[in-house]
């Protein structure tokens, strides 16, 4: 195995991982395994911010057996679906046990490739590497849509990744939501205990919770969904498919919580919203259920199409020795998921070793 040895002027060192959620932990644990040196990098203050930031009355809606990471099981009730803080506290526990090196509030502002090896600038030092791991997930930059630009300053507006509490939007007004995955759902009930909400409806697979008795994950892995690949045909048409909300439907959304709902946005005025159907309303708060997009501003190597997404073969770039991790169908249906990550990481960690057991041996002035 090919190692990095250690300068003074920068921290060098085989492999680093950027990102330290569930996935950069999951590739920490086989790196740990087989004894390859190497760091993972975290903005976040602790391990598991991301999941503490995220809006308080939030629930996984996989349960506790479909969120294991290699190695630790995921503590909990069979079929009791954790909250945010329970996932958290568990990529703690998780980096604690395996004593995997995460080093927080680490911002990378610039990775480049300098010859056949790595550079990473960051607020706290510049990092040196022959292999890198991009393992800062799905979820970038927040995507809004240009109906945003005609919103009154005056409306409280917010993506729903800074949406925290109904307490954000002021009472007494109206609220929309726009955009109906699972976080748009959820967000419209946990907003719907203060406001009346009314919750934008666009092209969405409403799925049941139970189906003869048994939870829906239950009968997903049965069937060996969650092993589908991208290249595959079921996969191909998989990824054509509206976005799913599990466990709750337009209707029981109307009679459970009072929320109204409206057809696609068109256009917002000032507080007025204009809908597909038509129909106008007026709104003292929107929160953008919207999704994100890929945002890699500080990779400064050419691995993007125009779009910025990255171009891979199974989280394997074109650059050699730079893979990416934690994708939305890196390669199966639940390669973005805390209970699929283990799968990617894995071979993730076959190939980096594989790249890194063809290389000749550096040597670095001490």
Known sequence: MTSFTQAHSTHRTDVVIIGGGQSGLALGYYLSRRGQ??????????????????????????PCPYNNLPGQDFEGPAWSFPTKDQVAD???RYAQKFSIPVRTQHNVSS????????????????????????????????RIPDAARGVDERVVQLHSKDYRNPQQIPGGQDVLVVGC???????????????????????????????????????????????????????SRMKQQPDEVIGTSPERLAAEH?????????????????????????????V?????????????????TEHGAPVHQRGVSNSPGLYFLGLKWQYHFDSSLLGGVGRDAEFIDQEIASYLSNRVPQKVAS
């Open 37 to 62: 040196r190497y760091i993972i990098l975290d903005s976040g203050s602790e391990v598991g911010h991301m999941w503490r930031n995220r809006w308080e009355s939030l629930q996984l809606i996989t």
């Open 90 to 92: 568990y990529l703690v």
């Open 111 to 142: 990775l480049r490739r300098e010859g056949d090896v790595y550079r990473i600038e960051t607020n706290q030092g510049v990092f040196e590497a022959l292999a890198v791991v991009i393992a800062t997930g799905p979820y970038h930059e927040p």
């Open 181 to 235: 995955g699972n976080s748009g759902a959820g967000i419209a009930q946990d907003l719907a205990r203060v406001h009346q909400v009314h919750l934008a409806l666009g092209r969405t697979a409403w799925l049941r919770r139970r189906i003869f008795g048994r939870d829906l994950f239950w009968w997903s892995h049965l069937l060996g969904l969650p092993r589908v690949t991208a290249d595959s045909r079921l996969g």
């Open 258 to 286: 009072g929320i109204k709902l409206q057809s696609r946005v068109m256009a917002v005025e000032g507080n007025e919203v204009r809908f597909a159907d038509g129909t106008r309303h007026r709104f003292g708060g929107i």
């Open 288 to 304: 953008w259920a919207t999704g994100y997009r890929p945002h890699y501003p500080w990779v400064q190597v050419p691995v993007f």
